[in-house]
């Protein structure tokens, strides 16, 4: 495509909830990142995929944050048990090889209720 | 730890002014510094970057001023426009690695 694509847009759950983000970078791209934007502050990094493999995954701030990208293209963030502290713009990025200039996308607002 | 400072938090300024943001950063293996564009309800957009060989990087209004002795880095934003109205953030990697943000500057211009 022609930008990186983000689905849902806007995510509302109930606290407790698991929820999916997906993440579709552009065609091409081998490295994907997730950040993660709460209000008036800076992204920051939570997970590195290049290809499949995560690379780097020193971001993820526990064990109910997981990610996939079994295809090396369209990646998955997966929280289970929400809680309200997990309520943030959830942003992907690709780029063409690691270390090139990032691509965003729009970013999966999520609002833990 | 915030390896990344941003100042100001928030700017004004006039139609054809001169924006001045700046970054302070801790980490000396750090060897890219891009800066980051961000309208309300969309991601951040790459505007300019440079990397610790240069000391000025210019792109249209947009320039990066570099200082690797005192670890500051600046983007000057020369006649202002309001279309320039965003939140802007400097960021920092290392070899490759993820970016590390400032906290960001909502930059108004004000006609």
């Not at chain 2, 240069?54 to 249209?60: F, R």
């Not at chain 2, 200082?67 to 109205?85: C, R, T, V």
Request: aromatic content about 12%; charged content about 20%; some cysteine.
């Amino acid at each position: 495509g022609a930008g990186v694509s983000q689905t849902p847009s806007n995510k509302v759950t109930e606290k407790g909830k698991y929820v999916e983000l997906r993440c579709d970078p552009i065609s091409g791209h081998t490295a994907l990142y997730w950040y993660r934007q709460s209000l008036g502050q800076g992204p920051e990094f939570l997970i590195y995929f290049q290809g499949t493999g995560a690379a780097d995954d020193s971001g993820l701030p526990n064990d109910r944050f997981f990610a996939v990208r079994p295809e090396g293209s369209v990646s998955t963030l997966k929280i289970q048990r929400t809680e309200r502290g997990d309520s943030a713009v959830y942003l992907c990025a690709s780029s063409f090889e690691r270390g090139g200039g990032y691509t965003f996308g729009s970013g999966t607002r999520l609002t833990v209720v | 730890q915030q390896q990344v400072k941003q100042s100001p938090q928030s700017l004004i300024v006039q139609k054809g002014g001169i924006s001045i943001i700046n970054c302070a950063y801790e980490n000396t293996a750090f060897d890219y510094f891009p800066w980051y564009q961000q309208f309300p309800g969309k991601g951040p957009a790459l505007l300019i970057a440079i990397r610790p060989d240069v000391s000025e990087k210019k792109e249209g209004r947009f320039t990066i001023s570099f200082n690797k002795s005192a670890k500051q880095f600046s983007l000057h934003i020369m006649d202002s426009q309001p279309g320039d109205s965003a939140t802007y953030f400097c960021a920092a990697s290392n070899a490759g690695n993820m970016l590390t943000f400032g906290g960001g500057t909502r930059l108004m211009v004000k006609p």
